[in-house]
Every structure is written in structure tokens, then in C-alpha cells.
């Protein structure tokens, strides 16, 4: 698990965590459900961009009711605080589900440094990463199966982020299978000064009816995927959410008609290997390098 960097391997007072932002390397829609939900079929790679936390259990407070979780969230960076932010409710909801909300009190302090509204999934990988390590701090109650079910309760990524790693992602995003990555290299982040809404892209998307993945495809793109070099990884890509991100925010077309791939509903771009090129692409916008977190050299 690439969120678990730091954490030990029973319970203790401190944990300290790394939680990684991905990129789709696949992103395919194939319709809207019932539920609301769209059903993608998506491959999910995490990369060494993350954020940082650490949980500290205490001892509770004695002013609040009984059973009210006593969580306290202080943000070094663009995310917002206590109740709203994903990695407050992830808290709250392990606390709830392992029977020790009235019994221990946390601080958490996260520093982000994965943008927000970027497609990068940093709120989801922050979740996951409280899930894991307060699972730790409490002496590990809960089962694998019960944090996955936390994780698609909490957001469609955020099961993912348990793994880490390279996955292929169904349903609206919760069922993981976790895949042979490929090969470890850079990659260049496009990052505009601005965000993107991913409920106004799905919105502009206009789905029809779902339609059931194609099992022959999850197996084909599993196969494309294991080892896979940059060439290989370029004629994988796809991203369905291109064309109504580009309606809800006109100003990606520049990183777009340049050559960058979009992440998720973006505004995040990447690109495989070290292109300087794309430092006049767009203007303020912010190129950085990272590499792959699993893979072979």
C-alpha cells in the first residue's frame, strides 16, 4: 500500500504518511447509471506526488457528548478544514465503524502538496491514507474488506488509493484490480492556476444508459499495461472526459492541442519523459517532473 509509507505495523500514538495523487493512464465512460453514478472503466497509477500526514492519537476530550467522534483536522495548504475535508470524515468513519468513537481523540495535520481540482486525487488518496493509518493507531480492528467498503463510501478513488500502485478500476470507480505495472519512469505535470469542476464535466458529458464492461477489454488492457513502455502507455491512453472538459474549461485546449494527456476531468496534464517543450504551453502554468511509484527500472 503506497499510502502506509511510515506507518508501523501495530498500534501506536503517531503515525506519519505519504499519500501519493495518480493519473488515468485509460478512461473510458460507459454510460450513466441508475444510481446516478457512471460506470468507467478506468487504469489508475499512482505517482511520487503526494501529500503528508500525521495522525496522533490522544486521549478524548471531556466536554463533547458521548459518542461524538472527537477528530480535529489542521490543513497546511489549498484544502478545506475539519468536516468538509475527506480526510476528516474518513477519520470519523473508522472511528465509528471499529466502536471507538467515544473512546479516542485524534489530530490530524496534513500538508498538502497534490493541487486541488486537478484530477489527481488528492482528497481521495488523503482519505485513504487515514483510513490505513488510524486502522494502525487502533491496533488494525478492521478487516481488508471493511476499509474498502469505508473507501466507496467515502469517494470512487479512494478504494484505490488502499492499493496503490497500478489498477484497474470498474464499477463507478470502487472495484480495484490491482495490475502489473509498467515500466518505472518520469513523467511531466502540466498544472494550470486554475481547477476544474468534475461534476460540471460529467455534467457536460450528457451519458446515456450504462452499458456492462466488456471483460475481453479488462483483460486486453491488463495485458497492455503490464511492462508497458512510454510508447506502449501513449497508444493505451484515453480519456473520454477530454471533449466536455474542454467545453466546461476552454483554457485546456492549449495543454491539449500541445500533445499533454488529461488527467480524470483535469485540469492536471502529463506527459511521458522529461518535455521542457511544454513550459510555454499555457501560461502560469506549473511544470514539474516526477517519476512512477511502482514499476521496473
Known amino acids: ?18 499519500a501519493p495523487a495518480k493519473v488515468n493512464l485509460y478512461l473510458q465512460v460507459l454510460g450513466r447509471r441508475a444510481d ?12 511520487d506526488l503526494c501529500d503528508e500526514l500525521s495522525l496522533q492519537r490522544r486521549q478524548r476530550r471531556r466536554d463533547l457528548p458521548g459518542g461524538a467522534p472527537d477528530v480535529s483536522l489542521r490543513v497546511d495548504g489549498d484544502a478545506p478544514a475539519g468536516e468538509q475535508n475527506l480526510a476528516h470524515r474518513a477519520a470519523c468513519a473508522l472511528l465509528a465503524e471499529a466502536g471507538a468513537a467515544g473512546d479516542v481523540g485524534l489530530d490530524i495535520t496534513l500538508r498538502k502538496h497534490i493541487p486541488a481540482g486537478g484530477g489527481l486525487g488528492g482528497g481521495s488518496s488523503d482519505a485513504a491514507a487515514v483510513l490505513a493509518g488510524l486502522d494502525a493507531l487502533l491496533g488494525r480492528p478492521c478487516r481488508a ?63 446515456g444508459p450504462a452499458a456492462r464492461a466488456d471483460l475481453a477489454l ?33 483554457r485546456l485546449a492549449a495543454l491539449l492541442d500541445s500533445g499533454l494527456h488529461l488527467s480524470g476531468s483535469g485540469s492536471t496534464h502529463f506527459a511521458y519523459g522529461r518535455r521542457e517543450e511544454f513550459t510555454t504551453a499555457c501560461p502560469s502554468t506549473l511544470i514539474c517532473y516526477v517519476k512512477s511509484t511502482s514499476g521496473k527500472d
Open 1 to 18: 500500500m503506497t499510502a502506509l509509507q511510515g506507518a508501523p505495523a501495530g498500534a501506536r500514538d503517531v503515525v506519519h504518511l505519504r
Open 218 to 250: 479488462l483483460d486486453e488492457l491488463a495485458q497492455r499495461v503490464a511492462d508497458a513502455d512510454a510508447r506502449g502507455l501513449n497508444s493505451l491512453y484515453r480519456n473520454d472526459l477530454e471533449p466536455p472538459a474542454r467545453r466546461v474549461e476552454p
Open 36 to 47: 446516478g453514478f457512471h460506470e468507467l472503466v478506468t487504469v489508475l497509477h499512482a505517482i
Open 145 to 207: 474488506e471493511t476499509l474498502q467498503r469505508l473507501a466507496a463510501s467515502l469517494g470512487s478513488d479512494v478504494a484505490f488509493f488502499l492499493h496503490g500502485g497500478t489498477a484497474l478500476c470498474t464499477g463507478r470507480g470502487e472495484i480495484v484490480r490491482p495490475l502489473r505495472p509498467p515500466r518505472a519512469q518520469e513523467l511531466t505535470l502540466a498544472l494550470p492556476p486554475f481547477g476544474v469542476s468534475t461534476a460540471s464535466v460529467y455534467a457536460a458529458l450528457a451519458a
